[in-house]
């Protein structure tokens, strides 16, 4: 890891300690472990490649050396961000993510509900959001975004659960992962004093990918629903009109947004 140049391209972002890794099993790991010592708000956690990175379920996220930008930022919530729903956070790094595709490299990112990135529907993106607890008292919540950069960040298709891609796939020319760090970790702090804003769910919305299209929400092997995705509504949920005409709404849980057929 290029230490020099990434304190270089982060002067001026709203990390306040940085732990930058060649190879690590994973940064959201090392960013709980971080939290129960003294981890300041807004510190971050970086490396060149992941042996353990992770998604949801423990499922594997695969993260090959310098082709993708795998990290975590940790949050010590203040008191009056205690009081935002936590099922924003994972779309606060969606909306960052993607406000930084589109407007440092003119792509046309999508947010897979609840909380992957998409470019032309093949995920570029995944996020995974988890909080330090000691008993019912919040010590920090870790948000970890990885980003398929280079080809070579894609994993074999034989453990792809959804089609991926990579950034530079879009923009034709080479992308400087630490000044795209920069960019979303300052996208981050935007939308984090935007949490109980209208236009965090407005924005979110109209980045939306599938809406309008019919959509099958699985809970599980034998449980799911099939709707039109008609938006989200002010807490994050997902709306979905079924068949019936009967409007559904789905809370962020263990469930998975795949295009109906
Ligand atoms: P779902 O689509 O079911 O909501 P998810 O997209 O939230 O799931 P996770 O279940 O959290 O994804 O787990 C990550 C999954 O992403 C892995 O199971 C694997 O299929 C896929 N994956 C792993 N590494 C990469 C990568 N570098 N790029 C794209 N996809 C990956
Ligand atoms: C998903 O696809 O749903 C989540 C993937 C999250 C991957 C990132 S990479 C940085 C951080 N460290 C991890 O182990 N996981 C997250």
Redesign the pocket.
Same mark, same amino acid.
């Given at each position: 890891m290029n230490k020099v140049a990434l304190h270089r391209a982060l002067m001026h972002s709203p990390v306040s300690q940085i732990r930058a890794f060649t190879s690590i099993g994973? %940064? &959201?790991?090392e960013a709980l472990q971080w939290i129960d010592e003294d981890a300041p708000d807004f510190a971050l956690v970086i490396a060149d490649q992941?042996t @353990? $990175?992770? $998604?949801?379920l423990n499922r594997a996220?695969i %993260?090959q050396p310098e082709a993708s930008l795998?990290?975590?930022v940790i949050f010590r919530p203040t008191r009056s961000e205690l009081a935002a729903p936590s099922a924003l956070y994972a779309p606060l790094c969606g909306l960052a993510v993607c406000q930084t595709l589109r407007e440092s490299l003119g792509l046309n990112p999508k947010i897979k509900w609840p &909380?992957?990135i998409l470019l032309e529907q093949q @995920?570029c993106c $995944? !996020?995974?959001v988890e909080a330090s607890w000691t008993g019912v008292q919040l010590n920090g919540i870790v948000m970890? !975004?990885?980003i398929n950069i280079t080809a070579q960040a894609i994993p074999p298709d034989a453990i792809l659960r959804f089609p991926a891609t990579w950034v530079e796939k879009y923009t034709r020319q080479p992308v400087e992962r630490f000044n795209l760090l920069a960019q979303i970790t300052s996208a981050m702090q935007f939308w984090r004093s935007h949490m109980d804003s209208r236009e965090f769910i407005e924005t979110w919305q109209k980045q939306l990918a599938f809406r309008g299209e019919t959509v099958r929400i699985v809970q599980n092997e034998k449980t799911s629903i099939i709707g039109i995705e008609e938006g989200i509504d002010g807490l994050g949920n997902l709306v979905l009109r079924e068949v019936s005409g009967k409007i559904t709404t789905v809370e962020v849980g263990d469930v998975s947004l795949r295009l109906e057929d």
């Open positions: 994973s %940064t &959201n790991d992941q @353990k $990175g992770r $998604g949801r996220w %993260t795998a990290f975590s &909380n992957d @995920k $995944g !996020i995974l970890g !975004i990885g």
